[in-house]
């Protein structure tokens, strides 16, 4: 069974910081990658997707890498605003969709 | 273009009966999935419906059913509710041409009582 963990699970950072939030997985027969942020009580908005035969994808201050072989992605923010506060969330697309467990960001005015 | 978009938006029910939940895909989309999201977890994959059959299914009993129409619309039933139901249930619609990037509607919350 796929395993998701993301680290950490929770992050507050100062206004205007660059941050690595990461995502790792046990099952590389994946078929693609998706960044997620949830605000509270809200549904998913979609980040990013990755394909599985792609390494990196971006758009705008967000840039996501995938490393397949060692189970591993990263969502990159540059310099963070206090509207990235949210719950940021990796899912994993094979047989099945995996959600990870998530990593709360609150970005400090 | 209308995104994904769920009925209701909130309800509540009473131990032991049952709710039917819907959905409606994004214009163009073709796949539709169901998810459980429990207070303060992440969303626990139910099943996905693809040419009005369940393609994939994660690790939920046979309370959990569902059914796709032919205009790709979904609905979600789950019988013999239990507290343990309680929980925000997202719907996500996906194109099967393209690579399956997910789109979610706003949920529904369901408190069972």
């Known amino acids: 069974k796929q395993e998701v963990t993301q680290i950490p699970a929770a992050l507050s950072v100062p206004e205007g910081e660059n941050l690595v939030l990461n995502c790792s997985f046990t099952d590389s027969a994946i078929y693609n990658l998706q960044w997620f942020r949830q605000d509270p009580g809200k549904g998913l908005t979609s980040l990013l997707l990755?394909?599985?035969?792609?390494r990196e994808q971006t758009s705008g201050r967000l840039n996501a890498s995938l490393d397949k072989s060692s189970g591993r992605s990263t969502l990159y923010i540059a310099a963070s605003q206090p509207g990235d506060s949210a719950t940021y969330l990796c899912v994993l697309g094979g047989n099945q969709f995996y959600f990870g467990t998530g990593t709360s960001l609150t970005v400090i005015p | 273009d209308a995104g994904v978009t769920q009925s209701p938006t909130h309800l509540i029910k009473t131990r032991g009966q049952q709710v039917t939940l819907r959905c409606s895909p994004k214009s163009g989309h073709d796949t539709v999935s169901w998810y459980q999201q429990a207070l303060g977890q992440g969303p626990q994959f139910i099943f996905q419906?693809?040419?009005?059959?369940?393609?994939q299914r994660g690790n939920f009993p046979d309370r959990f059913s569902g059914h796709q129409f032919p205009n790709y619309s979904s609905e979600l039933n789950v019988n013999a509710l239990l507290l343990g139901d309680s929980a925000l249930y997202l719907c996500a619609s996906s194109f099967s041409g393209g690579f399956y990037e997910q789109y979610f509607g706003p949920g529904t919350r369901l408190t069972v009582t």
């Open positions: 419906y693809y040419e009005e059959e369940e393609r």
């Open positions: 990755i394909q599985s035969s792609q």
